[in-house]
């Protein structure tokens, strides 16, 4: 790490701690040459392989823009959606891949999307699971309530 006052090739790191809820370090860091001190932050980066084959950066930004067309209209909420997108982002960490492919991005949201929003996650569906027929969407309901029988109701309040 070039200290970026004197531009000297090496530091020292004083202090380390994790921010971010443990997403990254910021590490305190001392240099040998001028003794001034500055602080980096570092981040294990995810990479999103797209269908052309050009890779970038993961954006949670765009899982809610793409999840948010699937909402258009429905009962969610902005902080409902940044939650899907961490929880998305989460479990692609927990994969243990330094990059992914977009479409497995895709499929990454269906299962917290259907606990979401049921319509939402049908449109969603339609597309990353190529629905190409109503039969398709047919069965695509016909699971979610064979699912929906297994679970307990909610309580009347």
């Given amino acids: 790490m070039h200290c970026p006052f004197c531009r000297h090739p090496d530091s020292r790191v004083v202090d380390s701690r994790t921010a971010d809820d443990g997403a990254s370090i910021r590490r305190r860091r001392q240099c040998p040459n001028c003794s001034r001190r500055f602080s980096t932050v ?20 765009k899982v809610i823009a793409g999840v948010r067309k699937a909402c258009q209209g ?17 479990a692609i960490r927990q994969s243990g891949q330094a ?23 049908l449109r969603f569906a339609s597309v990353y699971q190529g629905f190409e027929s109503l039969e398709d969407f047919e069965s695509a309901i016909a699971r979610l309530r064979a699912e929906g029988a297994e679970t307990p109701a909610p309580a009347a309040p």
Wanted: charged share 30%; net charge negative.
């Fill in 74 to 90: 429905r009962p969610v909420s902005d902080d409902e959606l940044a939650l899907l997108a961490q929880e998305v982002e989460e």
């Fill in 99 to 121: 990059e992914i492919d977009a479409h497995d991005v895709g499929l990454a949201i269906l299962q917290p999307l259907q606990d979401l929003d049921l319509v939402a996650y």
């Fill in 42 to 61: 570092e981040t294990a980066s995810l990479a999103v392989v797209k269908r052309s084959g050009v890779s970038e950066p993961f954006s949670r930004a």
